[in-house]
C-alpha cells in the first residue's frame, strides 16, 4: 500500500514539474529584419508614389524598432511619430487609428493620451501572421493620419505571402 502511494505521488509530482516546465518557455513569431526592411521600404515607395515624403518605422512584437526608412524631403519630425505609432500599434495590437477614433467617442479609452510612448493618431498598423501579431508599422508626414495608414496597409499588402 505504502509502494503504491508512493508511486501515484511520484508520478504526481512528475506531471506537475512536467507542466511547470511546459509553461517556462513559449514560441512566439516574431518579424525578421528582413522582412521588416522590406515593409518600410514598401511603405516609403507607396507613400512616395502618392507625393508624400514620410517615414515608416517597423517594430517588432515587443515594439523595439526593427527598420527604419525616411523618404528623401520628409520632415524630422516624422522620424519619432513614426516609431511612437508603431509602437502604440504593436502594443496595443491594433490600429493608431482605430484607437483614436475610440477615445475620442469613449470617454473612458480617453485616458489611452496618457500612456507614455502611445501616440494616438492614423498610421500605426500591426503587422499579423494569422490572428497573431509579430509587429507593426508606423508612418509619418502624409497629410492626415489616414493617408499614412493607407500607406502603411499598401506596404505590408505588398509582402502579404511572405507573411505565414
Known amino acids: 500500500m505504502q509502494n503504491r502511494l508512493a508511486t501515484i ?4 509530482l512528475s506531471l506537475i ?10 514560441t512566439e513569431k ?8 522590406q515593409i518600410a521600404a514598401q511603405t516609403v515607395a507607396t507613400c512616395s508614389a502618392n507625393g ?18 525616411r523618404a528623401d524631403n520628409a520632415g524630422p519630425h516624422t522620424l519619432e511619430a513614426s516609431r511612437l505609432k508603431a509602437y502604440t500599434s504593436a502594443s496595443a495590437k491594433n490600429t493608431t487609428l482605430a484607437m483614436m477614433e475610440g477615445a475620442q467617442k469613449n470617454p473612458a479609452a480617453a485616458n489611452l493620451v496618457n500612456i507614455p510612448g502611445y501616440l494616438l493618431l492614423g498610421g500605426g498598423v500591426p503587422v499579423k501572421v494569422g490572428n497573431e501579431v509579430i509587429g507593426a508599422v508606423g508612418v509619418g508626414g502624409a497629410p492626415g493620419g489616414h493617408l499614412d495608414e493607407q500607406c502603411a496597409v499598401a506596404g505590408i499588402a505588398k509582402v502579404h505571402d511572405l507573411l505565414k
Open 17 to 26: 514539474a512536467t507542466a511547470a516546465s511546459a509553461e517556462g518557455v513559449r
Open 9 to 12: 505521488a511520484a508520478l504526481t
Open 30 to 37: 516574431n518579424i525578421s529584419l528582413d522582412l521588416a526592411t
Open 52 to 69: 508624400y515624403n514620410v517615414t515608416a518605422t517597423v517594430v517588432d512584437r515587443a515594439g523595439t524598432v526593427r527598420a527604419v526608412h
